[in-house]
């Protein structure tokens, strides 16, 4: 069966400072992945996916993430936070079936500090 | 522009009471799909319908009920049977494959009167 583990449920950044969202995730097979995220009372907005093509994938707002298969994991980064990055972000692994039903993570929220 | 329409932003359920959320796409995806979200404990599927006229349960069906009688439309009423309804509730829509992400509305907040 397929699952996701986000492994920080929050973190705390300063404005300017590098930004690392760890996932791990659980597949029997070739997984697609995803990250979303949200902001306060909205709904969830796609940031990057993943699925069997480039192992290093660009998102929007200068975000990005690497699959590494043998560690099983798909972390989320970023160069340089903004105070616009704060927000809740999903780790996202689809479940494998013909539906595209998908599978969420817990959640990290992310603060950056002025 | 194309998107996902939750309606009402806010919704406030009487004890015994149901309610029904409304959620339209004009997407048109063939999939669509219910969650609940609780703090600290990301989304739980609810339902989803892969194609107009047929739905099947979430993780957590219980004291929900759906229909899909368009396309655009899969509205989701929470009957008086869900012991504890208060949550955040989004809409999602997708072309129903696995390497595909899905396309959310920005959700309806349900409180206990």
């Known amino acids: 069966a397929q699952s996701v583990t986000q492994l920080d449920s929050h973190v705390s950044v300063s404005e300017g400072t590098p930004v690392l969202l760890r996932c791990n995730y659980s597949s029997s097979y070739s997984p697609s992945l995803f990250w979303y995220v949200q902001h306060p009372n909205k709904g969830l907005q796609l940031l990057l996916k993943?699925?069997?093509?480039?192992?290093l994938v660009k998102g929007i707002n200068g975000f990005e993430a690497e699959f590494k298969k043998s560690e099983t994991s798909f972390h989320l980064t970023k160069p340089s936070a903004h105070m616009s990055d704060a927000a809740e972000y999903f780790c996202v692994v689809s479940d494998g079936g013909s539906q595209g039903n998908l599978i969420f993570g817990k959640g990290t929220k992310l603060s950056v500090k002025p | 522009d194309g998107g996902i329409t939750q309606s009402p932003k806010y919704l406030f359920r009487k004890e015994g009471q149901n309610v029904t959320l409304s959620c339209e796409q004009n997407l048109n995806h063939d999939a669509m799909y219910w969650y609940r979200q609780d703090p600290g404990q990301g989304l739980r599927l609810i339902y989803y319908s892969q194609i107009v006229n047929d739905f099947q349960k979430g993780d957590i069906a219980e004291g929900y009920s759906v229909s899909r009688e368009k396309k655009e439309s899969f509205p989701l009423t929470v009957t008086s049977a869900q012991k504890n309804p208060t949550a955040f509730y989004l809409c999602a829509s997708g072309v129903g494959r696995h390497n595909q992400p899905q396309h959310f509305g920005d959700g309806t907040r349900l409180s206990i009167l």
């Open positions: 993943y699925t069997s093509a480039a192992t």
